[in-house]
């Protein structure tokens, strides 16, 4: 995609790209989509494998996504987009279409990520963007590599001590950039502006691949009233949970520094994952935070 991409409200499209869809109410994966057709409009193509936004947008002849949309096997969504974004660069229409790979966090830090780096090594000119919900949900929320330590799925079951999750969440940003692309970042769709000037610095990217990590909070996965998924995503930030970051001319920065961090018990306890640990597991797990920030700024 070239020119310029303004993400003021009033420039972006009032059609919306993806309509009827099966996906809950108050589904975090959906505002991720629904807002990154509205800034990559719809010379898109999107390659999506098994997850929730293909399960709940394949049900012929409905048709909720309005951009042509291959579904791929579930290790194979990057090696999917690469072989889209070759045929368009052999029919001259590179620079017209922008090519997205879309994927959870489950066909990305785990199944996918094979397909991911190898698109991300060879340079491709693929947009992939992962959508996190933090657990295998389509299939009944089981551990991905992305699920944060101290959470609950129903393969790390919380309500047995010491069985919940307990390896942190894979820093699927720091492994992207060890390839050296172009542009990748971190967002929540808790925050639009955010994400959709990521989105579009993301969808300019000409000379290789580019990559956005978004957080998307899931009710009945994270188990909490579908009303809260804003303000879930905005407690992830806030609390330092989750880290707002960029990697552009090979430097990685924090987008959005936080002068207080909220206390992390205000993100943790309205969710049923979390509800089993005691107070001093979650202090321990906010000094982790605390130090993961030293590191980091
Ligand atoms: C090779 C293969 N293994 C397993 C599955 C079953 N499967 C379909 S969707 C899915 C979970 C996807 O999780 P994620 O990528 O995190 O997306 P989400 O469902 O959370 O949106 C699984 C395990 C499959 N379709 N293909
Ligand atoms: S299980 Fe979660 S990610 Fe899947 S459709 Fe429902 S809210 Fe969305």
Known sequence: MSGVISVRPKDLPFDESVVGHLGCSGCGAFVAVRLALKILGDQTMLAIPACCVLATTCFYPQVPLKVPTLMTAFPATAATASGIAAGLRHLGKKKEITVVGLAGDGGTADIG????????????????????????????????GATPKGART????????????????????????????????????????????????AAQVEDGPSFIHVLAPCPPGWGYASEKTIELGKLAVEAGVFILREWENGEMKVTRKLRKRKPLAEYLKPQARFRHLTDEEIKAMEEEIARAWETIS
């Open 113 to 144: 990520i094979q397909a991911l780096s190898g698109a991300l090594d060879r340079g491709d000119q693929i947009l992939y963007i992962c959508y996190d919900n933090e657990a295998y949900m389509n299939t009944g929320v089981q551990r991905s």
């Open 154 to 201: 129903t393969t790390t079951p919380g309500g047995q001590r010491g069985m919940w999750e307990s390896s942190p969440k894979k820093d699927l940003l720091s492994i992207v950039a060890a390839h050296g692309i172009p542009y990748a970042a971190t967002s929540c769709i808790s925050f639009p502006q955010d994400f959709m000037q990521k989105l579009a610095k």
